[in-house]
């Protein structure tokens, strides 16, 4: 996989050393507080320095691109681990780190990093880039890389998730596998009905397997299917409600998944996908990444649905991904200014940046090219997934909420889904939660 999942890195610590050490690494040994200087190429053009979790591998075509559009300019990239990126930034961005030109933001980590001056506004500082912003890409988008009423960061991919089945482990138990169509889309009721089955029948070892077992990316949608909410609440969006109805029944019936041992409990995000690509599970939640995953994956007869909903509520899917933006200390902020807009305004650039990842571009007309040449390449397997992807992106997407304290909920809620998970009550776990969130968020008022 080219990306970390849609959720962001993980907010995991590290110690100081540990992160003086990454943060010096990523500088290519520039001192941290950013004496490296103006970058610069051979020819007394401009070499950008770009900052994320992906692999070089994955963003080389992007860069490759840019340099031929430009080619007095270059763009070094430098990949820093998912678990660490986090930190890694907050550290350099501090010490007004000149080292970083261009980074990736998580979407609901833009407030935050704004909030704390750590972001150029590019609506104020790039004449027209806002207008060009909104005709590129949709609302959802746009507001995603945006804050306060001002336009911090330009969205390089969206995202969307799918209910893969394995549909030699339903024929076997004479089950019927779900419909692409999203107007015959399943409910939860019937999918985890149809799993257990399917263990029964066929001895299968889970009935449905969740690709982000506990983040809250993969699990906004249960909660917010039931009428739940997002989880944060107030005029400044630093309220929790994760004790609401919605949020009590979601989290009881994912509770219940892992103790009548639909899903697994003993095993890391890291492991899910193989549960499902060796035949262990009937029934699996993921995202596109996996679509070419399990097509490598010799012998194995799978197909794709949307995703479900709960019988008495609505559908909801997951979207939002990442965007990037140009540190306000950065000595080459015109050019960085320029390849951020490259990457994500002009169809070629943000075409170029998943040439070779499964990731679903941002630009409106890269999405319906990207889309055109889904339809193209389809497989059996593979045949209805363009048709869910437009769907979902545009009638059932909910972005995670919007907030400075983010990073803190995604952590402690991160905590709770662990512990339901694995045998807390529901009600009394998501209680706990709200009073430490409250705790967590005074220091940000």
Not at 361 to 379: G, H, K, V
Request: with cysteine; charged share 20%.
């Amino acid at each position: 996989m080219a990306s970390p999942p849609p959720s962001g890195p993980p907010t995991g610590r590290l110690s100081r050393r540990g992160l003086l050490g990454a943060a010096l690494a990523a500088a290519g040994g520039a001192a941290l507080t950013g004496c490296s200087g103006r970058g610069g190429t051979a020819d007394g053009g401009t070499a950008l320095r770009f900052l994320g979790p992906n692999t070089a591998e994955s963003l080389r075509p992007l860069t490759d691109a840019y340099r031929t559009a430009r080619p007095r300019s270059r763009v070094d990239y430098t990949a820093i681990p998912p678990t660490q990126l986090s930190d890694v930034l907050q550290l350099r961005l501090t010490a007004k780190d000149t080292a970083i030109d261009v980074y990736f933001a998580d979407q609901p980590r833009v407030p935050a990093l704004a909030a704390r001056g750590f972001l150029t506004d590019l609506g104020a500082t790039r004449h027209g880039t806002d207008a060009r912003a909104r005709a590129a890409v949709s609302e959802e988008q746009y507001t995603a890389s945006s804050w306060d009423g001002h336009l911090w960061s330009l969205p390089l991919w969206t995202s969307t998730q799918y209910l893969f089945h394995n549909t030699r482990l339903l024929n076997a138990a004479g089950v019927r596998p779900p419909h692409p169509d999203p107007a015959d889309r399943w409910t939860w009721e019937e999918a985890t009905e149809a799993g257990r089955r399917t263990q029964d029948r066929t001895g299968a070892q889970y009935a449905l397997v969740l690709e982000q077992i506990q983040s809250y990316y993969c699990l906004q949608p249960l909660v917010e299917g039931l009428g739940g909410g997002s989880g944060i609440t107030g005029d400044d969006m630093l309220t929790p409600a994760v004790t609401t109805d919605g949020w009590v029944r979601a989290m009881t019936w994912y509770g219940r998944l892992f103790a009548d041992g639909l899903a697994p409990r003993a095993v890391t995000q890291a492991q899910t996908s193989s549960l499902f690509s060796t035949g262990k599970a009937a029934f699996f939640v993921g995202g596109p990444s996996k679509l070419s995953e399990f097509a490598a994956v010799k012998g194995l007869d799978w197909g794709v649905a949307p995703l479900p909903y709960f019988a008495d509520g609505r559908p909801v899917t997951p979207t939002g991904s990442w965007s990037i933006g140009v540190n306000p200390y950065s000595l080459n902020a015109e050019e960085a200014g320029r390849f951020t807009e490259f990457a994500s305004l002009d169809p070629e650039g943000n075409l170029a940046s998943v040439a070779v990842s499964p990731l679903i571009p941002a630009n409106r007309e890269a999405f319906d090219r990207y889309t055109a040449d889904l339809e193209r390449q389809a497989t059996r397997a593979t045949e209805g997934v363009p048709r869910i992807m437009r769907h979902e992106l545009a009638h059932t997407a909910v972005s995670r909420p919007r907030s400075i304290g983010y990073t803190q909920f995604e952590t402690v809620m991160g905590s709770a889904f662990s512990d339901i998970r694995n045998g807390s009550p529901a009600d009394s776990r998501l209680a706990d939660a709200a009073d430490e969130l409250v705790r967590t968020w005074e220091r940000l008022r």
